[in-house]
């Protein structure tokens, strides 16, 4: 084991004893800030529960300037998930984990630190989706919110008992409370349904205003969602009609329901758990969001709803732009698609080209091997993954990827190898250009995902990224590839290789 892996290994532990043995673990309630003070050497310990495909932000900043701090996500067999010190030069030492993807449901543990051993006092926050608040309302005061009928009924919108109440009867009677008006694009947001008072069916949702049309996402009595457009004298027009998942309950009348927008893109959360997509779903930005509700077609028909907890949050900016998409969870190749998407590393829409559940590729001389994956097809925008393997018979064996592949002498090469190396390069001739290679923890297994836009790839290795190549052909094939190091015969098995075209 080398000494970078030794060390990074021996402060990991160093953490955990240190957090069980001062008994610093604090409940961390996300959304409410903390503020301590972090001595030298110190590392304070915050525990909280969630759910899997939750999205979840974390800062934290010295408020006197004396410590720089250091963030470390932890799952709960202690492995790192995502780590961060300074998250850009510009916002000087503060420490942020942003929209960061919950790969599993259950504990997490979020460690502060201090870099270089510095200390002093700090302000910690955290927040469901993005940690910047563009919105918020938990509707303490007079009604602030204007209603908008969608039908001949006559609805109301009070604040009642701590919650905006929405009232309406009629058959299909449909409206909208309308919160202030913004201008969002990239955002994450929603409202807590406390409570629904009926006896009949009913849709309740949120509401989107864009390009002069309402665009509705609604959850109905039965435990499904769909969306819907309507224009100001109430057509309807269904863009998504009744989906289901297992997550949603039939029948609840109390739950969470929140949108994240990305690229015109909304992903619609019950109880935060993702439940689907609608693509497409606007062009520009949206101006204004509103909390929704429906009565069933009978003309007897009466809903009160009460909405809670509106909150609205947007991405950190840097000089106008997102944060680099630094750490990415690893899971289907849908969801890692998804996640690239969500931080504007990939474009929406694409299809799946293919998926390869094994294969494997040996060498048994110095150099190195290719295996084109689809004979004769050239592929230009695309995001491809694969979980590497390496089974040398003694000699040091590196397993990858080679995209953007011409010919024997022209492609980039991905590999990682079983004593923690790391290489990118791209291949011209008999020169390997933009040489990159690190030195990472050993492991026998790991996972590889590049992403190809234009002549740029960037290539992330067990989710994180690890560098960028420019200047690459516009198109070619792909291959499976392993480099063989020392003549030996080596064996590299691949699994469950497949790639997102545009």
Not at 170 to 177: F, N
Not at 414 to 443: C, H, K, M
Request: net charge neutral.
């Amino acid at each position: 084991m080398n000494k970078r892996a030794i060390f990074a290994l021996w402060t990991v532990c160093a953490w955990l004893s240190l957090g069980l043995a001062q008994g610093q673990d604090a409940a961390l309630m996300l959304g409410l800030p903390d503020e301590g003070l972090l001595e030298p050497g110190q590392v304070r310990a915050y525990t909280f529960t969630a759910l899997a495909g939750s999205i979840v932000s974390f800062s934290a900043v010295g408020t006197d300037g004396r410590l720089d701090p250091v963030l470390t996500l932890l799952n709960v067999q202690g492995q790192e998930l995502v780590r961060n010190d300074d998250i850009a030069l510009q916002r000087g030492t503060e420490a942020m984990i942003e929209a960061f993807v919950l790969p599993a449901s259950g504990s997490y543990r979020l460690l502060l630190s201090g870099f270089g051993n510095s200390s002093g006092p700090y302000l910690l926050k955290s927040q469901y989706g993005y940690l910047n608040v563009a919105q918020t309302d938990n509707f303490g005061g007079a009604a602030a919110w204007s209603v908008q009928a969608y039908s001949s009924s006559t609805p109301r919108a009070t604040n009642q008992e701590g919650a905006l109440n929405l009232a309406l009867g009629g058959a299909q009677a449909r409206a909208v409370a309308w919160a202030t008006p913004t201008t969002l694009r990239d955002f994450y947001g929603g409202v807590l349904v406390r409570n629904i008072s009926t006896r009949y069916p009913w849709s309740v949702g949120l509401a989107l205003r864009t390009e002069g049309r309402t665009l509705v996402i609604t959850l109905g009595s039965r435990g499904a969602w769909r969306a819907l457009s309507l224009s100001e004298d109430g057509a309807l027009d269904v863009l998504r009609d009744w989906s289901v998942h297992p997550s949603i309950v039939a029948g609840a009348n109390s739950f969470r329901l929140e949108v994240l927008a990305y690229q015109g893109a909304l992903d619609v959360f019950y109880d935060r758990q993702y439940v689907g997509t609608l693509n497409g779903a606007f062009r520009g930005s949206v101006d204004r969001l509103g909390a929704y509700a429906e009565t069933a077609s009978d003309p007897a028909s009466s809903l009160t709803v009460q909405f809670d907890e509106y909150l609205v949050t947007i991405p950190t900016l840097v000089n106008g732009a997102r944060l680099p998409l630094e750490r990415l969870t690893w899971g289907r190749s849908e969801s890692v698609v998804r996640n690239l998407q969500r931080a504007g590393a990939a474009p929406i829409g694409g299809a799946l080209a293919f998926n390869v559940p094994e294969t494997q590729i040996q060498r048994a001389v110095a150099g190195v091997g290719l295996a084109a994956l689809v004979a004769n097809q050239t592929y230009g925008d695309f995001a491809m993954g694969a979980t590497v393997r390496q089974s040398s018979g003694g000699g040091l064996t590196g397993c990858g990827l080679a995209v953007r592949v011409n010919d024997e002498r022209s492609y980039a090469l991905a590999y990682a190898d079983s004593v923690g190396g790391i290489g990118w390069s791209l291949r011209r001739g008999d020169d390997f250009l933009q040489n990159l290679f690190l030195e990472t923890t050993p492991s026998e297994t790991s996972t590889l995902l590049i992403v190809a836009l234009g002549g740029q790839a960037v290539l992330y290795v067990n989710g994180v990224r690890r560098g960028q190549l420019v200047d690459l052909p516009l198109r070619g094939g792909v291959s499976v590839a392993v480099a063989n190091y020392d003549g030996l015969s080596a064996t590299c098995v691949f699994r469950d290789v497949w790639l997102w075209a545009w």
